[in-house]
């Protein structure tokens, strides 16, 4: 597989894995968000509902003490008494003990002309005939007014009670102090900027808001005719965006509304908001962080068991290869040995007849001697070859004994002493000592030796050396022997090629090409490996490893 | 490889008798005729039934057994001359190399197993032999 491949199928598994997992928590995140969001919104309402009510109850808890008040005072004294300005004098003094909600107080008869007056002003000339409030009062026998001016210039609020006797009306009423009332109103306020009010059916304001200059617009929705309860809107201006509630009091028309101003109120879900978003992205910095890794070790790890996977193939293309040879040749043999063997005792016979016959005195009977010999000389080589072709085909188990690796070496190099002489090559010995004996086939590991041998004499031809090395590695249980020879080394070409069948560097007719196939096939039989390492110019090594227990290889 | 120990020239039958059986009709033919030379008492067949038919007829004392021959091999032959004639010396022949088929041959009574193509001489030798250890046994 190729390394964009790869790098594709790690695309692949990055985009996936991100999707199955980004996906879900950005979800979770927007989900618990806007959960929270309009569980927020609807608590933070619910509050304003019951604080609306609350101040809806202390303000309507006030205006009835104040009735209440003045009615006490009303029905509690005679009108002789509320005529008398000293009586009236005390009698507003008493109120006044308590708070000083109460500015002034005034006895009214039914013309509308103050009959006596307790207070800061000189409203004894007034006359209140065409009055609002005057004529109120006449009907419903008790009237609280909305906030006005009247006769002395300054925002108030009048309560009369209507009075019956002597056959007469009487009026008695009391001004509020709004500067009380204002700030009775405002009594509570929540955050910085929240605002509460009161306005008349008409939507004009009863008390002095907070923050001056109410825009109508705000409470607009509330207006019209009362309802029960407490009703909540939110209102967004250019400046800012408010909670308002609204309320309407149970002892006057008027309806309190309270404003809030929704940033101060919704701080904690802004923060939420932050955090929310702070988790959901250090988690998606996270994922991305965890998913590359493991990407990258997925590909890595892809990477390498290609890359074995590939080695093996061509483990196996070798394998088959030479099984396919060994069927091929055993298949050849016979055809190719029938034939010889006939040729061989044709020639035989022509050597008898050669014998029998006079012929010797033919000029040429040495010829004919000569082809013979050629014949029988050349049979055998055919023969030969045919019979190291044959080392395919066997199927034979090998033969397994203990064996030390290190003698199996000493005796094979015993073989080649002569020739080793002869040429001037120095055989350099590196023996381990602690090798352990090994389950294996001797005649087998001494063939390939003794390959290796000769190709190593070959590629020297004259004067080098050889180093035989042999080690133990405990871990693998594995021998290890290796070749070593200074010669001339061999080109990529030829390394690609070393182990195929009939494959050969030297001349025609001196190697047959099948050495090194036939000892790659007898290692790999015996559970072991051959490889090696070649450079040109510098030698070649060959290593082989024999594991120490014999175990069969499948084929 | 040379032969040239030869003192007969004429066909003198004082040898063993040998019957050779062989596919291969160039060389049974060859191979009796040079073993004629060599003082044999030779006989050629093609098959391996023709050789247990010739065997019932005359009486020998080498058999050289081709392996790979078409209808009954060489194997199933020898077991058949060795159930019936057990004192019988067989060598094997074979152009169809590895142990596997001699080392089966050799467990079924066979004398020797030799690989084509093979020198006359061994094979001489072989016969020789064989023969002795028959008359021995």
């Not at chain 1, 394998?319 to 035989?348: D, F, Q, T, Y």
């Not at chain 2, 490889?1 to 003198?12: D, G, L």
């Not at chain 2, 190399?97 to 080392?103: L, Q």
């Amino acid at each position: 597989m190729s390394i964009f491949g790869l790098k594709d199928l790690g695309t692949k598994i990055a985009i996936t894995a991100l999707c199955f997992s980004l996906i879900p928590l950005i979800g979770l995140g927007v989900t618990m968000y806007s959960m929270f969001a309009s569980a927020y919104h609807t608590k933070v309402r619910a509050n304003l509902i019951t604080l609306a009510e609350n101040k809806r109850q202390g303000i309507d808890l006030f205006l009835r003490e104040q009735v209440a008040q003045l009615r006490t005072v009303a029905y509690s004294h005679s009108v002789d008494e509320l005529s008398s300005q000293d009586k009236l004098d005390s009698i507003l003094t008493t109120m006044q003990l308590g708070s000083r909600t109460f500015i002034d107080v005034g006895l009214i008869n039914e013309e509308g002309m103050h009959v006596s007056y307790s207070g800061p002003y000189n409203l004894y000339q007034a006359n209140y005939k065409n009055e609002d409030w005057f004529n109120q009062v006449m009907v419903r026998k008790i009237y609280v007014s909305d906030v006005f001016e009247g006769f002395r210039g300054f925002p108030h609020m009048v309560i009369a009670i209507k009075k019956q006797e002597k056959g007469r009306v009487w009026i008695l009423r009391a001004t509020i102090d709004s500067d009380i009332f204002d700030s009775l109103v405002r009594w509570l306020q929540i955050g910085d900027s929240g605002d509460a009010y009161l306005v008349n059916r008409a939507g004009d304001l009863q008390t002095r808001p907070r923050f001056g200059n109410k825009s109508k617009d705000v409470y607009a929705s509330f207006l019209g005719s009362p309802f029960s309860g407490a009703r909540t809107a939110e209102f967004e201006s250019q400046k800012r965006k408010i909670f308002v509630g609204g309320i309407w009091l149970e002892q006057k028309d008027w309806l309190l509304v309270i404003e809030e101003d929704m940033r101060g109120e919704l701080q904690p879900l802004f923060e939420t908001q932050a955090a929310t978003w702070a988790v959901v992205g250090s988690g998606i910095a996270f994922i991305i962080i965890g998913t590359l890794l493991i990407t990258r070790m997925i590909v890595a790890q892809q990477d390498r068991s290609n890359r074995e996977q590939a080695q093996l193939n061509e483990e196996l293309i070798q394998s088959s290869k030479m099984a396919a040879l060994g069927k091929l040749a055993a298949g050849v043999a016979h055809e190719v040995n029938n034939p010889l063997a006939v040729i061989r005792e044709k020639a035989g016979w022509m050597r008898d007849l050669l014998e029998e016959e006079d012929v010797g005195k033919s000029p040429n009977f040495q010829e004919f001697e000569d082809a013979v010999d050629k014949i029988e000389q050349h049979v055998e080589r055919a023969g030969n070859v045919v019979h190291r072709m044959l080392g395919f085909a066997r199927r034979m188990e090998p033969v397994c004994n203990d064996l030390y690796v290190n003698d199996i070496l000493k005796q094979t190099t015993a073989f080649l002493d002569n020739e080793i002489r002869f040429r001037n090559i120095e055989l350099v010995w590196n023996l381990a000592s602690d090798l352990p004996t090994i389950q294996s086939d001797a005649a087998q590991i001494q063939q390939v030796i003794l390959n290796l041998f000769n190709n190593a004499i070959d590629a020297i031809d004259r004067n080098g050396h050889i180093t035989v090395t042999t080690g133990y590695d405990a871990v693998m249980e594995m021998v290890s022997i290796s070749l070593r020879d200074d010669g001339p080394g061999m080109d990529k070409d030829v390394q690609k090629r070393i182990f195929d069948p009939f494959f050969t560097t030297k001349k025609v007719g001196e190697g047959t090409g099948l050495g090194l196939s036939i000892s790659y096939s007898i290692i790999n039989k015996l559970g072991g490996s051959i490889r090696f390492e070649s450079e040109e110019g510098q030698g070649t090594e060959f290593v082989i490893h024999l594991p120490v227990k014999h175990h069969d290889r499948k084929e | 490889m040379t032969e040239k120990n030869n003192s007969q020239i004429a066909p003198v039958h004082t040898g063993p008798s040998v019957l050779v059986v062989d596919d291969e009709q160039d060389f049974v033919e060859t191979l009796v005729k040079r073993l004629e030379r060599r003082g044999f008492k030779v006989t050629g067949v093609g098959s391996g039934q023709d050789a247990l038919l010739k065997l019932g007829e005359t009486k020998f004392d080498v058999v050289i057994l081709d392996v790979m021959m078409p209808g009954m091999d060489g194997i199933e032959t020898l077991r058949e001359i060795k159930l019936a004639w057990p004192k019988i010396q067989v060598i094997l022949l074979s152009g169809h190399g590895g142990e596997e088929m001699g080392m089966r041959g050799m467990a079924y009574g066979a004398y020797a197993y030799l690989l084509k193509p093979v020198s006359l001489k061994i094979v001489v030798e072989t016969a020789y032999m064989a023969f002795e250890e028959g008359g021995l046994r």
